[in-house]
């Protein structure tokens, strides 16, 4: 009995939370965002906002070959990237928006909700520029041209040949005998 309420405090001291502890993710995101003040996040908003229409263009314009070319698969995976796309802008545009009320009002945890989503966007957006890349064959871990393969074989490796198995190998061995009655 006194096992089990030593136990359960043990943990619950274990949780609270004391000065010099680290705080969870979220504090941490914060606390690098708090690094930059309100204008400089709207500044660096902006840019990311950029950067997102940047990569919807580009999207758009390997659909638009796409189309050309008549590759109805490549068409319907770059449609798929250009329309999570256009969630990710529309998603940012608001967000930005609302950073800059947030800086006008210098609310400072609100301001760095709305810039860590904005960078999450970012994120987002690349992603989605890697996956329309995939799309269309390119930047799916495959070689430049011009690489070079080495390979090294190991000395260790068997020469017997192992294909073939013999019948001896392959009969499971009897457990022995723990009881008299079988």
Known sequence: MVLG???AVGVAGAQTRTPGNNAGAADV???R?????GPDQVREANAILEEVRRVRRQVSDLLDTARQERDIIKVNCLNDKLTQIDVTLRSAQERQELLSNAVSLN?????NHEFTLMTI????????????RQCIGEGNGTFDQGSVVQMRVSNAITEQDTTTLRPDTLAPERPL???PVM
Request: without cysteine.
């Open 5 to 7: 309420v030593g136990l």
């Open 107 to 111: 609310n400072d945890g609100q301001r």
């Open 121 to 132: 966007y970012r994120g987002r957006s690349s992603t989605l520029e890697g996956e329309a």
């Open 29 to 31: 995101g914060q606390r």
């Open 33 to 37: 965002t708090a690094n930059l003040s």
């Open 177 to 179: 005998v723990s009881s």
